[in-house]
């Protein structure tokens, strides 16, 4: 372990705990002798051993020797890392779904323990083996008889009413989260869902219902919910969660292969070349640019490599997720990031949650068939695209599309030819200012190269 | 003035007095629920038993 340490700027607003990371990134968290007694029954009530070994939340080992600050210091815990952190705005559709359905499962393995979460803000969720976790171990604290959920409110903005924008509004409405990171007000929710969103019982009452109701300045401590009532309010949440489906069809890229008279060859033949460039480097970390429906994300992935798979295309990156989910395949991470305006940083001094780009160093990354949806479509010079991928990753396999490609064609179909400088050479001189070129190979018969390019 | 009072308004207080109105009109349907529950879990032990 390095000697300096760092608190993580997002975690500042628990005087319980905190989290913070060495000088080797590895991260602790720091629990507050303000937390002992609650996180003395987490342990002694079997709730840890209950959720750590269903893998709902995130296990720990204790490092006490590892202190960041003494005069507070109750204990430190070293969590299992995680190779890459998500945020509820890039999740799809099911990922969306299943973190509010695990947030739910564990506040009710809780409360069966004799314990409460005391928050419920989808930060505490992440993905880890292609499932989400419960990540903030200082969030539980001793149930009361009687006591309400403190953090229902915070529940319904931020998990149940991002969903019901997302099933009947449209898939991506969870980016508001990005404006709205404590939860998306119940009266903006209201307003924006449709009038048959009040016929669901569910979404009429812990929305419509509740949205009608202004707050208060009075204390409402007072208040008491009986038990049973509270797992009737949490197993009401639960069923309108787990039956909410949205269309999956409509994506963008759905017959990007069958469609194209590339198609079979073409996939082979570029799978082949692209298994040929990987052998021959180290990765622990990739990312997949534009994944589309995530065959060279599964090719990776069954590499043994950490996969981060993104595309704007909220339905692909929800069936990858999903297809992912049913072959086991552990180790892609599909996120909805458009890498032509990728997530920004947000919260406060605008650093509290990172930007996309700078989250993670990546030993690969892998732009396919994207080049030109880049620089024609987008208008991006070629320079921009070799600067921004030479920020954040090591190594780079990617295809350049020639402007003769039927692909290219297309997209010039309706607009003038304003890209003389789209050629390969220039290509090739661009992206040598950042990278090494270690190797070209030409697709047969589509005019289509992979490139493979190394750290300069 | 009112924006001055909206400020000390805590939006979270209703979530208290929203989920014991809320509680109150769910816990019906559980209960019955919860029966349906136990009925059916009597079954599945016993066809359980018998595999």
Redesign the interface.
Known sequence: MGNTKQKVNSSFRDPDAFVFKDDEGVFYRQMNTSYQSDFELFISSGLYQLLSKSEKLISHVETNDVVFNQSTHYKTIKPEQLSFISYAYEWSFDQFKDAAMLTLDVLKDALDKGMILKDATHFNIQFLRGKPIFIDTSSFEKYEDGMPWIAYRQFCENFFGPLLLMKYVDQGMNKMLQIYPDGIPLHIVAKALPLKSKLNISSLLHVHFQSSFKGTTKSVKKYRIQKNRLYALIDNLYSAISKMKVDQSNSTWDDYYTDTILSKEYLTEKTNIVNQFINEIEIKLALDVGTNNGVFAQLLASKNIDVVAIDFDTVCVNNLYNTSKNNKVKNILPLCVDITTPTPAIGWNNDERSEFVHRNKFDLTMALALIHHLCISKNLPIDKVAKLFSSFSKTLIIEFVPKEDEKVQLLLNNREDIFSNYSQQEFETVFSNYFQLLKKVEIKGTGRVLYHFGSK | MLNF?LC????????????????????V???F??IWWRVKSLFTKKSDNKN
Not at chain 2, 9 to 27: E, H, K, N
Request: net charge neutral.
């Open positions: 009072i000390y308004i805590d939006p979270g207080s209703t979530g208290f007095i929203v989920q014991i109105i809320i509680g109150a009109i769910l816990g349907g559980f209960f629920k919860s």
